[in-house]
């Protein structure tokens, strides 16, 4: 459990109602397509070490059987593309790079854009008020040499 914690960028948290075997193989499949593995955890386990670590506020998701989600990376969109076609497997949390979230926070960071494209936008944005002061300072002298000509 600390492992999943501290090796992995996400850890989702869900409640695991029990399903066919060849369900949970195929939803393991679908899953590990996408780098993400299931870990099914007791309590009595998860409760103990949880309640040491800095991610004592999931505590409150540990109540009935639960399963864990883990991916080094943050496969959010993915992860719930899976989980909508499973609905003995629901999600209650996940802790996101450090970051405790609800399942509607979860479902909001799903709809964020990637780090890239806000990267582009964040440099667009920066770039245009440099190139929008040089033309004004421009546009003076330019002015001021075609009323001369």
């Known amino acids: 459990v600390e492992e999943a914690f501290r090796d992995n960028r996400m850890v989702?948290?869900?409640q695991y109602n029990s399903m066919p075997d060849e369900d949970v193989v195929l939803m393991r499949q679908y899953l590990r397509k996408h780098n993400i593995e299931v870990k099914f955890v007791l309590n009595e386990i998860v409760r103990p070490v949880l309640s040491q670590s800095k991610y004592k506020n999931l505590l409150p998701l540990f109540v009935a059987r639960n399963i864990l989600l883990v991916s080094r990376e943050t496969k959010v969109k993915e992860m719930l593309r899976v989980l909508k076609g499973v609905p003995?497997?629901?999600?209650?949390?996940?802790?996101?790079?450090?970051?405790?979230?609800?399942?509607?926070?979860?479902?909001?960071?799903a709809k964020l854009p990637s780090l890239e494209?806000?990267?582009?936008?964040?440099?667009?944005?920066?770039?245009l008020l440099p190139s929008q002061t040089s033309s004004l300072l421009q546009r003076g002298p330019?002015?001021?040499?075609?009323?001369l000509d």
């Not at 330019?142 to 009323?147: C, G, I, Y």
Request: contains cysteine; glycine residues 10%.
């Open 142 to 147: 330019a002015h001021l040499t075609a009323l």
């Open 117 to 127: 494209v806000s990267q582009g936008q964040t440099v667009g944005a920066l770039s």
């Open 88 to 109: 003995q497997v629901n999600l209650l949390g996940a802790c996101i790079d450090d970051t405790i979230l609800s399942k509607q926070g979860v479902e909001n960071f």
């Open 12 to 14: 989702a948290v869900c």
